[in-house]
């Protein structure tokens, strides 16, 4: 078993940043390839990014893609997503995922997720 538990999640403007953090707890991290999901209020939950268990690969949804850097750290058992210029569409509820490999991270299908931490950027 895989416990996750997200932090950083907070309330922010338009065009700022935030770090979400992701400890994990039961099982060494280097095991699993890593993800982040949202959810934002009336929507289906959504990627947003992944990486590889070595952290050489990454994936980022469309949406993602040079404002959030996902990144690990195996000695602290740790996933962080870094979020730059913010925008009130990136509100959600954001989940650490982990999974067998970033093509099943991607497909949501991941037997580990956390509860989530709640971003909400204002405009």
């Known amino acids: 078993q895989v416990q996750l538990v997200e932090s950083g999640g907070g309330l922010v403007q338009a065009g700022g940043s935030l770090r979400l953090s992701c400890a994990a707890s039961?099982?060494?991290?280097?095991?699993?390839?890593m993800g982040w999901f949202r959810q934002a209020p009336g929507k289906e939950r959504e990627f947003v990014a992944t990486?590889?268990?070595?952290?050489?690969?990454?994936a980022y949804a469309d949406s993602a893609k040079g404002r959030f850097t996902i990144s690990r750290d195996n000695v602290k058992n740790t996933v962080s997503l870094q979020m730059n210029s913010l925008k009130p569409e990136d509100t959600a509820v954001y989940y650490c995922t982990a999974g067998v490999s970033t093509s099943v991270v991607v497909k949501g299908l991941n037997p580990y997720w956390g509860k989530g931490t709640l971003v909400t950027v204002t405009s």
């Open positions: 039961g099982r060494t991290l280097s095991m699993f390839a």
């Open positions: 990486i590889s268990w070595h952290g050489s690969d990454t």
